[in-house]
T-cell receptor
Framework: KAGVTQTPRYLIKTRGQQVTLSCSPISGHRSVSWYQQTPGQGLQFLFEYFSETQRNKGNFPGRFSGRQFSNSRSEMNVSTLELGDSALYLC???????????FGSGTRLTVV | DAKTTQPNSMESNEEEPVHLPCNHSTISGTDYIHWYRQLPSQGPEYVIHGLTSNVNNRMASLAIAEDRKSSTLILHRATLRDAAVYYCILSATGGSNYKLTFGKGTLLTVNP
């Protein structure tokens, strides 16, 4: 079966720009979470969506936002990019809150 | 958020069993214990998870202490492909707190 698909795989943006990342979960998975991974901070939770509603949010500034569509696909947006936003952004989906999560391969964002 | 403690690194020989420990003394009754592993430049891969009872799947076994304050991931016969960073994570499922809180993980080296 198809896994979690994240697009694009790589992205280079300039400081001050905004960026939108996309995540298509496994079919039937209604929960989608986003994580940021950097060498210094490791994997950090950004937010989680279920049935188009944000259920939980991590400790990130308001420049980071997301949404989920009726088909469970999700997007995250980062506005006014900063150099420190350079990271691997990972999306994960799960069928139930007590189940295992399936991660995508991530989007590598570089801000210059 | 409940925290986990893992050794920074462990080493094993190919075809030998590996026992990866994890302490989670502040675990709550509704927290599931998850294990994921990550190879460089890839998203985390689900390994196994459980609540109270020991769990087995084709990849590994999860042994959970009776008081649930610690657990051990068991790889029955390590292969070179098992070399990765292994994360022990508590998944909070109570209330609206659906997320995985990653620590630094254990870097497993497998010697041929």
């Amino acid at each position: 079966k198809a896994g979690v698909t994240q697009t694009p795989r790589y992205l280079i943006k300039t400081r001050g720009q905004q960026v939108t990342l996309s995540c298509s979960p496994i079919s039937g998975h209604r929960s989608v979470s986003w994580y940021q991974q950097t060498p210094g901070q490791g994997l950090q939770f950004l937010f989680e969506y279920f049935s188009e509603t944000q259920r939980n949010k991590g400790n990130f500034p308001g420049r980071f936002s997301g949404r989920q569509f009726s088909n469970s696909r999700s997007e995250m947006n980062v506005s006014t990019l900063e150099l420190g936003d350079s990271a691997l952004y990972l999306c994960a989906s799960t069928k139930t809150r007590t189940g295992g999560y399936t991660f995508g391969s991530g989007t590598r964002l570089t801000v210059v | 958020d409940a925290k986990t403690t893992q050794p920074n690194s462990m080493e094993s020989n190919e075809e030998e069993p590996v026992h990866l420990p994890c302490n989670h003394s502040t675990i709550s009754g509704t927290d599931y214990i998850h294990w994921y592993r990550q190879l460089p430049s890839q998203g985390p891969e689900y390994v196994i998870h459980g609540l109270t009872s020991n769990v087995n799947n084709r990849m590994a076994s999860l042994a959970i202490a009776e008081d649930r304050k610690s657990s051990t991931l068991i790889l029955h016969r390590a292969t070179l492909r098992d070399a990765a960073v292994y994360y022990c994570i508590l998944s909070a499922t109570g209330g609206s707190n659906y997320k995985l809180t990653f620590g630094k993980g254990t870097l497993l080296t497998v010697n041929p």
